[in-house]
């Protein structure tokens, strides 16, 4: 079971928050109450460099950190913040076509977790499942927004899709234990 939260607090900043708890063996009911769900990922900013040039200090725009709170199997969540993670490393614009909309990181974000997804889904035949709670200040409007990013699974087929939250309440939640 695990329970994210993200809140907005008054003055306009987001928090996360998770339990802690590992189920290891649902049926056996095994678990462990010391995981981390919930995850601060740096992001760097950068102009391109083209191909054999040397990176330097004048190719940086700058840093940021955005939060991360999963939901779901404890392997593919793992995964998915490694995935994040390494997408948010260095974060390449191009001046005159890229925005640093927050949702256009999203969209950033989104396509290897929807890769991750289709590739566990086609290894495994376990019903699993992993949601999550992307968060961080728009460097284009100076918010600070959040995202939920879930996998969704019919009989026939599996997509991933994302949405903001956040908008018309202060508080989400998600995970199983907000049933």
């Not at 404890?74 to 948010?88: A, I, P, R, W």
């Not at 925005?99 to 289709?118: G, K, T, V, W, Y």
């Not at 728009?138 to 939920?148: D, K, M, P, V």
Request: with cysteine.
């Amino acid at each position: 079971m695990t329970l994210c939260i993200a809140r907005r607090l008054r003055n306009g900043k987001i928090e996360l928050a998770s339990d802690s708890r590992i189920l290891m063996n649902r049926e056996k009911g095994k678990y462990f109450d010391s995981g981390i769900k919930v995850f601060s990922l740096p992001a760097t900013i950068r102009f391109p460099v083209p191909v054999g040039e040397e990176e330097n200090e004048e190719k940086y725009i700058g840093t940021t950190t955005f939060g991360l709170a999963v939901s779901g199997s404890t392997l593919h969540s793992y995964l998915v913040k490694e995935s994040v993670g390494e997408t948010l490393r260095n974060l390449a614009i191009v001046p005159g076509h890229t925005s640093l909309n927050l949702e256009n990181i999203c969209d950033l974000i989104h396509e290897p977790f929807d890769r991750l997804a289709a590739d566990i889904d086609q290894a495994t035949e376990d019903r699993w499942y992993t949601h999550f709670l992307f968060t961080g200040r728009c460097l284009e409007t100076r918010q600070y927004r959040a995202f939920l990013f879930e996998l969704g699974r019919s009989q026939y087929s599996m997509g991933t899709s994302f949405r903001e939250v956040l908008v018309d309440n202060d508080i989400e939640f998600i995970g199983s234990g907000c049933i």
